[in-house]
């Protein structure tokens, strides 16, 4: 059985942060998503792939 998906609200769009080299930049990017949803702090390890 497939889940149904209730699509309702805002969906801010997230930009990826990225330091000069090109690696990801988890601090910056978690930031950006802390001004989006001020409400909510979001932890830089919460960031991290298959965190």
Known sequence: MTARISWEGVFPAVTTQF????????????KVIDALVPRRR???????HGG
Do not use: G, Q
């Open 19 to 30: 330091r000069e080299d090109l690696s990801l930049d988890v601090d910056a990017t978690a």
């Open 42 to 48: 979001v932890r830089p390890d919460r960031l991290r």
